[in-house]
C-alpha cells in the first residue's frame, strides 16, 4: 500500500540553525501539508501546498518557514534559524482530493532543538 | 476560527465494556475524520465522514456524525487491549480551506 515517508525520523539541532525536514507524499496525490504536534499536545496545521504554491498557511508559519517542491517526488519544510519552541513531531500529509479523502500521515520527523 | 472539542479527554475502560467518545466542533462542516496514534508513531486515518447522518463501521469501532448539532461520536463496542491509542477527531471547515483542525485527542486505555 502507498504510504507518506519522512527522512530523518529524527533530527538534533543546536538554536539558530537551519533545518531541512524532508517527505515524499504518495505518488499520485496533489495536496501536500505539514502539521507539527509539540509533546503531548494536539496536531496544529503549518501550511498546505498545491500546485507548485502554498494554499494556506498558518500563523505558525511565519518568515522562519518555507516550503518546496524541488522535484517530482519531494516535499521540504525548512525552517531557516530554529528556536528552542520549534521542538515538535513535525508530521507530512498527503491527499489526492482536498476535503473528500482523509489526508495520509507520514511517520513524522522528532526535531529536537537544543 | 474553527474550535474543536473532544471529551473525554482520558479514557480507563475494562475489557469487554462499551463507551463512547463525542468530538464537538464550532463552525458548520460536513467533513470529519477520525485518527489513531499509537505513542510515538504517525497518525492512522479510521473514518471518513462526509455528510449528516453519515455512519461508518469497523470491527469494533463505529463513527457518525450529526452536522446539524456539530457533533461527531466513536462508540466502541466490547472493547479489547489493542485498541489502547490516543483517537483524535479532525475537521475541515470546507471551502477553499484544506486544512485540518484537531481536537486534544482521547488518550483510550483498555485494561484487562
Known amino acids: 500500500e502507498p504510504e507518506v515517508t519522512q527522512t530523518p525520523s529524527h533530527q538534533v539541532t543546536q538554536m539558530g540553525q537551519e533545518v531541512i525536514l524532508r517527505c515524499v507524499p504518495i505518488?499520485?496525490?496533489?495536496?501536500f501539508y505539514w502539521y507539527r504536534q509539540i509533546l503531548g499536545q494536539k496536531v496544529e496545521f503549518l501550511v498546505s501546498?498545491?500546485?507548485?504554491?502554498?494554499?494556506?498557511k498558518s500563523e505558525i508559519f511565519d518568515d522562519q518557514f518555507s516550503v518546496e517542491r524541488p522535484d517530482g517526488s519531494n516535499f521540504t519544510l525548512k525552517i531557516r534559524s530554529t528556536k528552542l519552541e520549534d521542538s515538535a513531531m513535525y508530521f507530512c500529509?498527503?491527499?489526492?482530493?482536498?476535503?473528500?479523502?482523509?489526508?495520509?500521515f507520514g511517520p513524522g520527523t522528532r526535531l529536537t532543538v537544543l | 476560527e474553527l474550535k474543536v472539542e473532544q471529551n473525554p479527554l482520558f479514557l480507563s475502560m475494562q475489557e469487554g465494556k462499551n463507551y463512547t467518545i463525542y468530538c464537538n466542533y464550532s463552525?458548520?462542516?460536513?467533513?470529519l475524520y477520525w485518527y489513531r496514534q499509537d505513542p510515538g508513531k504517525s497518525l492512522e486515518s479510521l473514518f471518513v465522514?462526509?455528510?449528516?447522518?453519515a455512519v461508518k463501521q469497523e470491527g469494533r469501532l463505529m463513527a457518525s456524525l450529526d452536522t446539524k448539532a456539530r457533533l461527531s461520536t466513536l462508540h466502541i463496542t466490547a472493547a479489547v487491549h489493542d485498541l489502547s491509542a490516543t483517537y483524535f477527531c479532525a475537521v475541515n471547515s470546507g471551502g477553499s480551506n484544506y486544512k485540518l483542525t484537531f481536537g486534544k485527542g482521547t488518550l483510550l486505555t483498555v485494561n484487562p
Open positions: 501546498f498545491y500546485n507548485n504554491e502554498i494554499s494556506e
Open positions: 505518488s499520485n496525490h496533489l495536496y
Open positions: 500529509a498527503s491527499s489526492y482530493t482536498p476535503g473528500l479523502d482523509t489526508q495520509y
Open positions: 463552525t458548520t462542516s460536513d467533513r
Open positions: 465522514l462526509l455528510s449528516n447522518g
